[in-house]
């Protein structure tokens, strides 16, 4: 099992910045791919950006250039930093873990709002 805490959601205004962690407990030896994806109200859940164990990124359009995903494996925490947020980002971020060939388990946290007022 695995164990997923974020960090860092909240209320900051159009163009301002949040940084969000994810922290991972238990057994992270089984995973590879960590990543960040949101849920805004009435839409599905969608990527935001991901990161392998060999820091290999992968980002949504709509957050490239203002996004950076980053993952400290000593820490076994990844982060999101995000800059020159929008009104359209406010959603709930959800942290994802996603497991290494050979095992079959993908992991999610409880989820951290992120509210950008206009």
């Known amino acids: 099992q695995v164990q997923l805490v974020e960090s860092g959601g909240g209320l900051v205004q159009a163009g301002g910045s949040l940084r969000l962690s994810c922290a991972a407990s238990g057994s992270i030896f089984t995973i590879n791919t960590m990543g960040w994806y949101r849920q805004a109200p009435g839409k599905q859940r969608e990527l935001v950006a991901t990161i392998t164990s060999q820091f290999i990124t992968n980002y949504a359009d709509s957050v490239k250039g203002r996004f950076t995903i980053s993952r400290d494996n000593a820490k076994n925490t990844v982060y999101l930093q995000t800059n020159s947020l929008k009104p359209e980002d406010t959603a709930v971020y959800y942290c994802?873990?996603?497991?290494?060939?050979?095992?079959?388990?993908?992991?999610w946290g409880q989820g951290t709002q992120v509210t950008v007022s206009s």
């Open positions: 994802n873990a996603r497991p290494r060939v050979g095992f079959s388990s993908e992991y």
